[in-house]
């Protein structure tokens, strides 16, 4: 990290002058050397860097520091420095932008392989398949020539009404940066950059350009940092997206705690950090604050705060060279990881390859939240006749939620895949069952406009209950009733800009449901969303819940495949789903300073209790746990077997156990630790995952599964150190299914404090 005082204006520009002077010399003494370093591969990055970097004027380092369309920098055209290119993740490379407006840019060429979502991603558990995901998008990204993908989105979901929870990875730090890890290492093992994003606790939509969060320290070391810090010191991240919202009073993009004194001093990261698109809001708080990149400010490119602004303050001597050269150095370092310069491989689209990995992450995200009298799977031998109903069962998803959306080659819906897995033993009859009101412009209206809306509030409410007869009809012809319903990617749903403003299905979905199950005993509900609803008004009427997520391009092919046994779900729950909002920890209080803030302000009250912690510590009995998933199969645990070694910051302890699965399918069981520190206060949660691994195992097959835990997995955050530190005692390791189903329970002890810093 580079920390500066301040000298004087005349000692500054005294140090610019002399610094343009020694530019000049370099880049006459560069005239005469063939070929330059930075071309020349062989050579360490850095020093490349450098070499680079004397070669350029004070206008070409300004240029590399700022957008000039909307997904690239200039670059340096007269040294063949190409434009740094970016692409939207964080499921697939999106589709073209026009370079001055969000307008596609209409090419044929963009067509991309549309992953499951993060929350998707999430619910597999598999680190291996996150791996895979990310060698998509970088083969993908490079055959697109994009250099830096906005991908992975790790923050936390504090809420069940956050409208970007989709794209995230749950509520548990310690899943989020297991996935951000191995996703980040599949992306940048393909000579493409990730970008983790958003730094730091961007965790509502609401007000997200201006709120300012109030957390306390250990809250934000112990649960909304540790995906960010393992990306950056586990897997070397390459770039870093600062959020929209504020922290300690500064923006995120501007915030000297968050970007240079924990980013890039404590963690030692050297890649580049960037601003959200309109994320900057002053030159000189951006400049100091650790900006590295500012891409998408609301203005002319030539007007961004880090162009001209900027470029004119060096030039004045009120900012020092210095920094803008560190700015430039991360920037370059970047470009050459990402092998801009040199004979980067070509990618692939669109690949049978990639269509498989999106299937089988689509396959292992969909969880089994019930299945009374073993409904499911169905047998389409037997099945005659099934009622797909539902506006998710035809809706096309991809395309949709914000910046993450996809142009995928094609999509392959609930009822397409059902219909495909089908193939035509059995009657599919369809039926809408409830049709979401298309988006509309707000404003002002006169008295007949008030009648108009009036009126077509009556013809909807009619045309809503027509949908529903219609869809008990096809209920009451069918053996087995499909209900696909859920969210959708609407505004103040799953999209970005906004939250939603209620736990409950929209659209009228729980009367839907509720007749049907009535019409037809034998209904399976699948939610189609990227968060946790409300089902009380119809789960007890339902024997099978289905959480399927947004699938991506081979969504209802995955769904199908799970439907029918051809793939046993092992899909687990990133996220607690909570009975009632008022459950949940930002709005157990209903009072606005927890969400979504007021007077600018929101407060993270709960502090460490977020997510199952919560429901741990209060007592409260979440409609599924964090962690649950049912399978075709059952499993057995054998008793726990531990072993340590080392002393203090070297612990290192391994947690073994035999899993067997005692069914007669195969499938795969997600083998969870959590660690409850025995006798701990109140501010310590009474269990946190710490180890997670995901076996799969043929029918009657015993496999052995470890589990492993070092210093940190014992540790709290204590600010007055401050750093990590390890209590002296008493510690229960559960290993099981979920948050609240142990299997099995072993004790293991401390025996002496340990610091370890940070």
């Known amino acids: 990290m580079i920390r500066f005082v301040r000298p004087s204006a005349l000692v500054l520009r005294t140090v610019h002058v002399l610094a343009i002077a020694l530019c000049a010399v370099g880049l006459a003494a560069a005239a005469e050397e063939t070929p330059p370093r930075y071309l020349d591969s062989s050579r360490p990055i850095d020093e490349r860097v450098e070499d680079l970097l004397g070669r350029l004027t004070l206008d070409e380092k300004i240029a590399l520091v700022h957008a000039n369309t909307k997904f690239t920098n200039a670059g340096v055209p007269r040294l063949g420095i190409p434009p740094l290119r970016l692409s939207d993740g964080p499921h697939g490379v999106r589709e073209e932008i026009s370079a001055d407006s969000w307008k596609p840019a209409g090419r044929t060429d963009d067509f991309a392989t549309a992953l499951p979502v993060g929350a998707a991603l999430a619910a597999t558990w598999n680190v291996d398949l996150a791996r895979a995901y990310g060698g998509v998008i970088a083969a993908e990204a490079r055959q697109r020539g994009k250099h830096i993908m906005l991908a992975p989105g790790v923050n936390i979901v504090r809420t069940p009404l956050g409208g970007r929870n989709f794209e995230y990875f749950g509520e548990d730090p310690w899943l989020s940066s297991r996935l951000a890890v191995a996703t980040i290492r599949g992306l940048q093992a393909g000579d493409v950059a990730a970008c983790v994003k958003h730094f730091a606790l961007n965790n509502q939509e609401t007000s997200r350009s201006s709120v300012d969060v109030a957390v306390s320290e250990r809250a934000l070391r112990e649960l909304y940092l540790p995906a960010f810090e393992a990306a950056v010191r586990e ?204 988006q509309r412009r707000t404003g002002a209206v006169d008295a007949a406009g008030i009648a108009r809306t009036e009126n077509a509030a009556d013809a909807q409410k009619a045309a809503a209950a027509e949908l529903i007869e219609r869809a008990v009809a096809a209920a009451k012809a069918a053996d087995v009733a499909i209900v696909v319903g859920g969210l959708n990617h609407d505004h103040n749903q799953d999209a970005e800009g906004g939250d939603r403003t209620a736990l409950g299905l929209p659209y009228g979905q729980d009367e839907l449901i509720a007749r049907v199950a009535a019409a037809n005993p034998h209904t399976v509900v699948v939610l189609v969303a990227g968060s946790p609803v409300a089902m009380d008004p119809w789960l007890a009427q339902v024997p099978s819940v289905v959480q399927a997520w ?92 531990v072993t340590s070694t080392g002393r203090g910051a070297d612990l290192a302890v391994t947690v073994e156990c035999d899993v067997r699965n005692a069914g007669d399918r195969a499938g795969a069981e997600v083998v969870q630790l959590y660690l409850e520190r025995v006798g701990a206060d109140a501010t310590r949660p009474p269990q946190e995952l710490k180890a997670f691994a995901k076996v799969a195992l043929a029918a009657g097959e015993s496999k052995p599964v470890r589990l492993t835990l070092n210093a940190r997995s014992f540790a709290t955050y204590d600010p007055a150190l401050p750093g990590w530190r390890i209590e002296a005692g008493d510690f229960r390791l559960h290993v099981g299914s979920s948050s609240r189903d142990r299997r099995q329970t072993v004790d293991y002890r401390v025996p002496a404090a340990v610091v370890l810093g940070r």
Request: glycine share 10%; hydrophobic share 40%; charged share 25%.
């Open 550 to 641: 947004y699938g991506g391009m081979e969504a209802g092919r995955a769904l199908a495949d799970v439907l029918f046994g051809d793939v046993n779900p092992s899909g687990r729950l990133p996220v607690s789903f909570p009975r009632r909002l008022a459950d949940s920890p930002a709005h157990a209080s209903g009072a606005a300073r927890h969400y979504p803030g007021e007077k600018g302000q929101v407060h993270y009250d709960e502090d460490l209790l977020v997510g199952y912690r919560w429901f741990d510590a209060k007592g409260i009995e979440p409609l599924f746990p964090f962690g649950f998933g049912l399978s075709y199969t059952k499993f057995a645990y054998s008793p726990l077997r």
């Open 235 to 438: 897997a070397g991240v390459l770039s870093v997206m600062g959020a929209y919202n504020r922290y300690l009073g500064a923006y995120c993009c501007e915030n000297d705690r968050l970007l240079n004194q924990i980013l890039k001093g404590e963690w030692g990261f050297r890649g580049l950090v960037m601003s959200d698109w309109n994320g900057t809001h002053d030159t000189r708080a951006a400049f100091f604050g650790g900006l590295d990149l500012e891409m998408g400010t609301h203005k002319p490119f030539d007007e961004f705060y880090f162009a001209r602004p900027l470029r004119d303050s060096v030039q004045r001597g009120e900012f020092p060279l210095a920094v803008l050269d560190d700015k430039v150095r991360r920037n370059l370092r970047v470009l050459f990881a990402t092998r801009a310069l040199d004979d980067r491989p070509p990618g692939a689209m669109n690949t049978p390859e990639h269509q498989a990995v999106a299937r089988r992450v689509a396959a292992e995200a969909i969880i089994l939240l019930k299945n009374a009298a073993d409904l499911l799977p169905l047998d389409p031998e037997r099945v005659k006749a099934i009622a797909v109903i539902g506006d998710n069962a035809t809706r096309l998803q991809c395309h949709g939620g914000g910046s993450s959306e996809i142009k995928p080659l094609y999509e392959i819906t609930p009822l397409a895949g059902i219909l495909e897995r089908v193939a035509g033993r059995a009657t599919i009859i369809h039926a809408a069952g409830y049709r979401p009101p298309a």
